[in-house]
């Protein structure tokens, strides 16, 4: 990768991490499935009145959208709605990587670099290690719950590869609109009409606007800003290369988790943080140094 992607890699964990936090406002103000629904509905409408939809194939865009939108986010929202610390939360989401990077070499037949198995191992064991040392915070199903979310996201890197759409940015927003549809029956089935509007018409009050600044954070920023520089850079590059990028989430939301929640990391899991920044950077292959103008004349000559 070039420094300027890696650099975006970067700047999107910084989103994705923040975003943890901006859930947990948006469940104090709405239900964990009618809060994932609105997260891509007010993506999704001026999407189909303005965006000309991507020239993808079908199936990629539908799977996409299944799996990044609605598997991901459900299973998440209501992990984190029924006891999942915000903190945790970020670092299990991030099986993503190790999900995404095994069934790209199952699928897609991906080869991975010793230097990309090493790096990749040394983030897995950062993770073991934060997970363990915070182990007693979470139950069995929020934990089960966020690692099926997880793996949502990782079906939706390799279809969000796959469709290879000549515009990232149309992609990721047309994506949005497979979303809200299946959120808001399972809402409905689930949680109740009632429930949801309540939720709205407490939302349009002074104390609702935390809840609707969490829904265009999550919107506009983590999934609109965050997604269209990620589907870019899978669309670049192998999905072993990209994915070990998502492992600094984590870092960036247990830091935000301790400074707004008084969720204190141990030094444990700090310790444990600096050895994901590493194992990603190590799994991460170096891009080829270009051939200088001496080069040539020595092959010429």
């Given at each position: 990768m070039t420094t300027r992607d890696r650099l975006l890699a970067a700047v999107v964990a910084v989103l994705w991490g923040a975003n943890f936090l901006a859930i947990h406002v948006g469940l104090e103000h709405f239900p964990p499935l009618f809060l994932a629904a609105l997260r891509f509905l007010v993506?999704?409408?001026?999407t189909v009145l303005l965006v000309p939809r991507p020239r993808v194939p079908l199936?990629?865009?539908?799977?996409?959208?299944?799996?990044?939108?609605?598997?991901?986010?459900?299973?998440l929202f209501v992990a984190m709605d029924v006891g999942?610390?915000?903190?945790?939360a970020s670092l299990v989401l991030q099986a993503s990587a190790p999900f995404t990077v095994l069934l790209g070499a199952l699928l897609l037949r991906e080869r991975m670099a010793v230097r990309q198995v090493a790096g990749i191992s040394l983030a897995v064991v950062g993770?073991?290690?934060?997970a363990v040392a915070q182990a007693h915070a979470a139950a069995l199903i929020p934990l089960v719950l966020t690692l099926i979310g997880a793996l949502g996201w990782a079906f939706g890197n390799l279809a969000a590869r796959l469709a290879d759409a000549p515009?990232?940015?149309?992609?990721t927003l047309w994506m949005s609109v497979v979303p809200p549809i299946p959120l808001l029956a399972a809402s409905f089935l689930t949680e109740g009409?009632?429930?949801?509007?309540?939720?709205?018409?407490?939302?349009?009050?002074?104390?609702?606007?935390?809840g609707l600044l969490a829904i265009a954070y999550l919107a506009v920023l983590a999934t609109v800003l965050g997604s269209d520089i990620w589907t870019a850079l899978m669309r670049r590059y192998p999905a072993g290369v990209v994915a070990p990028y998502s492992l600094l989430v984590p870092v960036v939301g247990i830091g935000l988790a301790a400074a707004a929640l008084g969720e204190r990391p141990s030094v444990v899991e700090l310790v444990a943080g600096v050895v994901i920044i590493g194992g990603v950077l190590l799994g991460t292959p170096r891009p080829p140094r270009p051939v200088t103008d001496v080069a040539l004349v020595r092959t010429s000559s």
């Open positions: 993506l999704a409408i001026p199936r990629w865009l539908i799977g996409y959208g299944l799996g990044f939108g609605t598997v991901q986010f459900l299973f999942m610390p915000t903190g945790l993770l073991l290690a934060i515009n990232p940015l149309h992609l009409p009632a429930a949801d509007w309540a939720a709205v018409r407490a939302a349009v009050t002074p104390a609702g606007v935390p």
